[in-house]
C-alpha cells in the first residue's frame, strides 16, 4: 500500500482473472480509495475502527453476490530485535481490502445439486414403485388364479384344482379349496353309486312283483 497504487497493479489483475471475481478495492485506514478494479460498483467504505483479528470476514451479501473485507498491517506482532542488527518494524494497520464474488458458480452448483436431487429421488421412486408393482402382481396372479377356478367350480366343474403359488396365506386358500373339491367329488361319486344301486334295487323288486304276478 503506501499510498502507492502502482505498486500493487500487477497483482490486482492477476487476481481479477479468477473465477467469479467481479471487483477488488484497496483502500487505506481512513478510507480513501487507493485503486479499484471491476465490473461493479465500488463498494461502500467500512465503518469500523477495530478489527477483529487479521482474517478476512463476511461483510455483505446480495443476491448476486458476496463482499468480503480483509485488513491490511506491515509488520510483525514480535517485538523481538533482527538478528541482523535493525529493529523489526512494529505491526502497523494500513488499510483494508474489499472484494466482490459473484454468486454464478454458486447457484450453477446449487442448480446441478437441484437437478441431481430430483433425478435421484426420480429414480428411487421409480425403482419403489417397481418393487411395488412387482409385489402386488405376484401377489395379486395367485389370487386371480384362485378365482378363476372358483368360478369354473361354480359353473358345476368338480375336477378343476388350484395351484399351490404365492404367499403363504394364497397357497392355503387354494389347498383348503382343493380339499373342498376332492370332497365334494368325493360326495359326488358316492351319490351316483348309491343311485346306481337303487336303480339296481328297484329293478330287481319290479322283476320279483312281475314274476309273483306271472304265477
Same mark, same amino acid.
Given at each position: 500500500?503506501?499510498?502507492?497504487?502502482?505498486?500493487?497493479?500487477?497483482?490486482?489483475?492477476?487476481?481479477?482473472?479468477?473465477? &467469479?471475481?467481479?471487483?477488488?478495492?484497496? $483502500?487505506?485506514?481512513?478510507?480513501?480509495?487507493?485503486?479499484?478494479?471491476?465490473?461493479?460498483?465500488?463498494?461502500?467504505?467500512?465503518?469500523?475502527?477495530?478489527?477483529?483479528? &487479521?482474517?478476512?470476514?463476511?461483510?455483505?451479501?446480495?443476491? &448476486?453476490?458476496?463482499?468480503?473485507?480483509?485488513?491490511?498491517?506491515?509488520?510483525?506482532?514480535?517485538?523481538?530485535?533482527n538478528p541482523l542488527g535493525s529493529p523489526i518494524v512494529k505491526k502497523e494497520f494500513l488499510g483494508y481490502v474489499q472484494v466482490e464474488i459473484?454468486?454464478?458458480?454458486?447457484?450453477?452448483?446449487?442448480?446441478?445439486?437441484?437437478?441431481?436431487?430430483?433425478?435421484?429421488?426420480?429414480?428411487?421412486?421409480?425403482?419403489?414403485?417397481?418393487?411395488?408393482?412387482?409385489?402386488?402382481?405376484?401377489?395379486?396372479?395367485?389370487?386371480?388364479?384362485?378365482?378363476?377356478?372358483?368360478?369354473?367350480?361354480?359353473?358345476?366343474?368338480?375336477?378343476? $384344482?388350484?395351484?399351490?403359488?404365492?404367499?403363504?396365506?394364497?397357497?392355503?386358500?387354494?389347498?383348503?379349496?382343493?380339499?373342498?373339491?376332492?370332497?365334494?367329488?368325493? $360326495? /359326488?361319486?358316492?351319490?351316483?353309486?348309491?343311485?346306481?344301486?337303487?336303480?339296481? /334295487?328297484?329293478?330287481?323288486?319290479?322283476?320279483?312283483?312281475?314274476?309273483?304276478?306271472?304265477?
Amino acid at each position: 500500500l503506501y499510498g502507492s497504487p502502482e505498486n500493487i497493479k500487477d497483482t490486482l489483475s492477476i487476481a481479477m482473472k479468477f473465477p &467469479d471475481i467481479k471487483h477488488i478495492t484497496i $483502500r487505506e485506514g481512513n478510507g480513501n480509495v487507493l485503486i479499484s478494479e471491476g465490473s461493479t460498483p465500488v463498494h461502500a467504505a467500512e465503518t469500523r475502527l477495530v478489527w477483529a483479528g &487479521d482474517a478476512a470476514l463476511l461483510s455483505d451479501e446480495t443476491e &448476486d453476490a458476496l463482499h468480503f473485507t480483509a485488513p491490511v498491517y506491515s509488520g510483525n506482532d514480535d517485538e523481538q530485535d533482527n538478528p541482523l542488527g535493525s529493529p523489526i518494524v512494529k505491526k502497523e494497520f494500513l488499510g483494508y481490502v474489499q472484494v466482490e464474488i459473484g454468486k454464478s458458480s454458486l447457484k450453477d452448483m446449487q442448480y446441478k445439486i437441484l437437478i441431481n436431487t430430483i433425478v435421484i429421488s426420480l429414480g428411487i421412486s421409480m425403482v419403489v414403485l417397481l418393487i411395488l408393482h412387482l409385489t402386488t402382481k405376484n401377489l395379486l396372479m395367485p389370487l386371480n388364479n384362485l378365482s378363476a377356478i372358483m368360478k369354473k367350480a361354480g359353473s358345476g366343474t368338480l375336477e378343476v $384344482r388350484a395351484n399351490l403359488e404365492g404367499p403363504d396365506e394364497v397357497s392355503g386358500m387354494a389347498r383348503v379349496f382343493n380339499n373342498m373339491m376332492a370332497v365334494l367329488k368325493q $360326495r /359326488e361319486a358316492d351319490l351316483i353309486e348309491k343311485n346306481r344301486m337303487l336303480n339296481t /334295487e328297484i329293478l330287481e323288486r319290479y322283476r320279483v312283483e312281475q314274476e309273483i304276478k306271472d304265477n
